[in-house]
């Protein structure tokens, strides 16, 4: 398969003398994440760095449930799925709001994010102490900056207050302190991102498709104005990346999330994953993204877990009619193999009918794996990519601050992009909007964030900063949403650890 000897070569470099300018020699050793230090002498820094891309598309941060669990089950639109037997604690903790101070979830979240915090503090200040800085240790620092800034947003948003550890930890007692307000995270994440816009190169060679970019950066900046309401950084940073002309919404939606669209020109951020022959599901090359959301059925049809599933509030209420986002998002199955195939269950492009006892309304069809590639490799589907930072969203957030900045016309601008990509040819659906009232064209934001982010993380902090948790998740049936569970508990492990330096979050 041409693209997987292709993402065996390109993200594979030893970092050992590593140049930005000059990589042919080093490829075909290890890929991004998949490195010792022993590779590495005299490259420790950047082997550090190198890792975290590893850690990044780790089970708990992107690729597995507690990820799927915190960024996704708590919105209207999707819940645990698999079957009744299955992780059914997870369903009542996420799903309707139990939240428990001993889940495990929760505690993996935690301790995962830390740990790239902690990963990247040591290789800070390693490129602190150097007495002379090449180009790319600053690289590398910036790189470094981003992920920490990546983990801390994480934190906030997940927790709220949480202790701020930006100083590298050589005994664990070190890491023993309260938490901080949140406004001082957010903060340390301003400054972080700050550094990484300055450092990082605006495009990569092929070689190192998948790295960090100036672009990847100032969006992820935009996201962390966008959870403050803070309209005119959030517009300013949107428009950087628009107006650098890096990016487009050239790809057909239909595509986007396919093996050819991978790394396509709408993609910001996106981790790079991968299946051998030798290590066709090997979480040390690829990851568990595709396998957890897998169709969860028997013979030819167990491809996965089949957690992270659609609730028939999105499949039935998001979309206005004849939107195909609806069928590129939604992977359609039968619950029998009696069941009969009909063009409703058909998926396109593969012609597959799965069948499942699975309990949600559909599965993630952005987590779909080419028929091919799973006879070749495995029904796990480890190559399949994670994309953390589209385009669209950017424009998305460029069209909301427009908006409540009293902007209605670059608003309606930005938002025809995104439905004009959605509509294609056919001009019989998703009609222009043209409202320049403020709350129908927030209103129609919202909806288009919505259906163009369909089963992408952080739905639920959408609705969080709008203030409409509560309302939203009540009409659509998760009637024990309260205010407090905006946030999750303070894993009570932590507390434990800390001796009572770490205090519970309110009402937990």
Request: aromatic share 10%; net charge neutral.
């Amino acid at each position: 398969m041409k693209r997987l000897i292709k993402k065996y070569i390109l993200p594979a470099v030893l970092i050992a003398g590593l140049s930005l300018t000059s990589c042919s020699d080093f490829l075909d050793r290890s890929p991004l994440g998949n490195l010792t230090e022993d590779d590495a002498p005299g490259g420790i820094n950047q082997g550090r760095v190198f890792q975290i891309y590893g850690l990044m598309r780790g089970y708990h941060i992107t690729a597995g449930i507690p990820a799927f669990a915190i960024h996704n089950f708590r919105s209207e639109d999707s819940e645990k799925g698999s079957d009744a037997g299955d992780g059914a604690d997870q369903a009542a903790f996420f799903d309707n709001f139990e939240y428990n101070t001993t889940n495990g979830p929760i505690a993996d979240y935690w301790r995962e994010n830390y740990k790239i915090i902690i990963n990247c503090n040591t290789a800070i200040d390693g490129i602190e102490r150097q007495s002379s800085k090449t180009k790319q240790d600053t690289v590398n620092y910036a790189e470094a900056k981003f992920f920490r800034a990546y983990a801390f947003f994480n934190l906030v948003r997940a927790y709220g207050e949480v202790p701020k550890i930006d100083f590298r930890v050589t005994d664990p007692a070190q890491a023993n302190i309260a938490k901080s307000p949140a406004a001082d995270i957010y903060a340390l994440i301003d400054a972080d991102l700050s550094v990484a816009v300055k450092y990082l190169p605006t495009h990569w060679s092929n070689d190192f498709t998948g790295r960090l970019t100036w672009g990847a950066a100032r969006s992820l900046q935009a996201r962390t104005y966008m959870m403050r309401n803070d309209w005119n950084n959030m517009l300013a940073a949107s428009k950087d990346v628009i107006n650098s002309g890096f990016y487009n919404l050239s790809t057909p939606y239909d595509k986007i999330f396919t093996d050819s669209g991978e790394n396509s020109p709408e993609s910001i951020f996106e981790l790079q994953c991968m299946a051998t022959a030798a290590k066709p599901n090997s979480t040390s090359i690829g990851s568990q993204f595709a396998e957890v959301q897998g169709v969860r059925g028997s013979g030819q049809w167990n491809l996965g877990w089949g957690w992270h599933m659609a609730t028939t509030e999105l499949m039935n209420k998001a979309y206005e009619k004849g939107d195909p986002r609806k069928d590129a998002t939604l992977l359609y199955f039968r619950r029998s193999v009696t069941d009969p195939i009909t063009p409703e269950n058909t998926n396109t492009p593969f012609g597959e009918s799965p069948v499942s006892t699975a309990m949600g309304a559909a599965y993630n069809k952005k987590a779909y794996t080419d028929p091919a590639l799973r006879k070749q490799f495995t029904n796990g589907g480890f190559w399949v990519n994670i994309r953390l930072i589209r385009y669209a969203d950017v424009v998305l957030m460029a069209a909301e601050a427009s908006n409540e900045l009293g902007m209605s016309s670059d608003a309606l601008n930005y938002l025809e992009q995104i439905r004009s990509r959605a509509r294609g040819n056919n001009t019989a659906i998703l009609p222009k909007v043209t409202t320049t009232s403020q709350t129908e064209l927030r209103d129609a934001i919202r909806h288009e964030r919505r259906v163009e982010l369909g089963l992408e993380p952080d739905r639920f902090y959408d609705l969080v900063r709008w203030g409409i948790a509560k309302e939203v998740l009540h009409a659509a049936g998760k009637l024990n949403y309260q205010d407090k569970h905006a946030l999750l508990p303070i894993p009570q492990v932590e507390i434990d650890k800390s001796n009572g330096v770490l205090v519970q979050n309110p009402n937990f």
